[in-house]
């Protein structure tokens, strides 16, 4: 392309711009604490969204403690689909933290990247009002796990830019590098089998799901016979 702007241009004016242009996309977008101020943000409208669709029972429909307990229970699967996607945001939003923490410059093209795991944040509220208004339908599950899968894939991505373009701390262990990716993968293999639980129970996926979360808010560990400590997530 750029013999074709000499070509075209002997005197060198459109190779000018062309120059120009690689310029640009090599200076764009490298800075990592404004990716993560519109992370947040994201996260934050998201993560707000999903309790919107949580709605107080009717004064009119009630009228005992009965009626109340009952009106409640009915909210109950509602309640559990929101507080699985605001662990899958909170545990999407942890990981991307920690990429971002072991970075010292972003690029355009990993901030792409990162815009692009954005969307599949934004989108959350949206699979979640889905599965809880069809919980019983698989299509509905595997919308949602298909959303969980975008956001993996996407952050999995992201890090893998990150490092063949060199834009981590030069003090980052390797490690950390194969933590980081094996985090991803086992998390996105976890899922992928509470998913395939849908062939008998949708309710066995989501319980499966649900598990899987816990063991990353709480992550668990374990003592070697060294006595050293191993997390579950790595």
Same mark, same amino acid.
């Given at each position: 392309?750029? &013999? @074709?702007?000499?070509?075209?241009?002997? &005197?060198?004016?459109?190779? *000018?711009? #062309?120059?120009?242009?690689?310029?640009?996309?090599?200076?764009?977008?490298?800075?990592?604490?404004r990716?993560?101020?519109?992370?947040?943000?994201i996260?934050a409208?998201?993560?707000?969204?999903?309790?919107?669709?949580?709605? @107080?029972?009717?004064?009119?429909?009630?009228?005992?403690?009965?009626?109340? !307990?009952?009106?409640?229970?009915?909210? @109950?699967?509602?309640?559990?689909?929101?507080m699985?996607?605001?662990?899958?945001? &909170?545990i999407?939003?942890?990981?991307?933290q920690?990429?971002?923490?072991?970075?010292s410059?972003?690029?355009r093209?990993? *901030?792409?990247?990162?815009?692009?795991?954005?969307f599949?944040?934004?989108?959350?509220? #949206?699979? *979640?009002?889905?599965?809880a208004e069809f919980?019983?339908?698989?299509?509905?599950?595997?919308?949602?796990?298909?959303?969980?899968?975008?956001?993996g894939?996407?952050l999995?991505?992201?890090?893998?830019?990150?490092?063949?373009? @060199?834009?981590?701390?030069?003090?980052?262990?390797?490690?950390?590098?194969?933590?980081?990716?094996?985090?991803?993968?086992?998390a996105?293999?976890?899922?992928?089998t509470?998913?395939l639980?849908?062939?008998?129970? *949708?309710?066995?996926?989501?319980?499966?799901?649900i598990?899987?979360?816990l063991?990353?808010?709480f992550?668990p560990?374990?003592?070697?016979?060294? !006595?050293?400590?191993?997390?579950?997530?790595?």
């Amino acid at each position: 392309m750029q &013999g @074709a702007f000499r070509s075209r241009s002997p &005197g060198g004016g459109t190779d *000018t711009l #062309f120059r120009v242009k690689n310029s640009y996309n090599q200076i764009a977008g490298q800075s990592v604490e404004r990716l993560a101020a519109i992370s947040d943000g994201i996260f934050a409208v998201a993560m707000t969204l999903l309790v919107l669709d949580l709605h @107080a029972p009717t004064r009119e429909a009630i009228h005992n403690e009965h009626d109340l !307990g009952r009106a409640l229970l009915a909210l @109950a699967p509602r309640l559990l689909v929101y507080m699985m996607s605001f662990l899958t945001l &909170g545990i999407f939003w942890v990981g991307q933290q920690t990429q971002l923490n072991h970075l010292s410059r972003s690029s355009r093209s990993l *901030t792409w990247i990162h815009l692009a795991f954005l969307f599949f944040v934004s989108i959350t509220p #949206f699979s *979640t009002i889905l599965l809880a208004e069809f919980l019983a339908f698989r299509l509905a599950l595997l919308l949602y796990w298909l959303n969980i899968v975008a956001l993996g894939a996407t952050l999995y991505l992201s890090w893998n830019c990150a490092l063949e373009s @060199a834009l981590t701390k030069p003090d980052l262990s390797a490690e950390t590098v194969l933590a980081v990716k094996r985090r991803v993968v086992v998390a996105q293999s976890l899922y992928a089998t509470g998913a395939l639980l849908c062939i008998f129970s *949708t309710y066995l996926s989501i319980a499966m799901i649900i598990l899987v979360q816990l063991n990353y808010v709480f992550a668990p560990r374990w003592i070697d016979r060294d !006595g050293a400590k191993k997390l579950s997530s790595r």
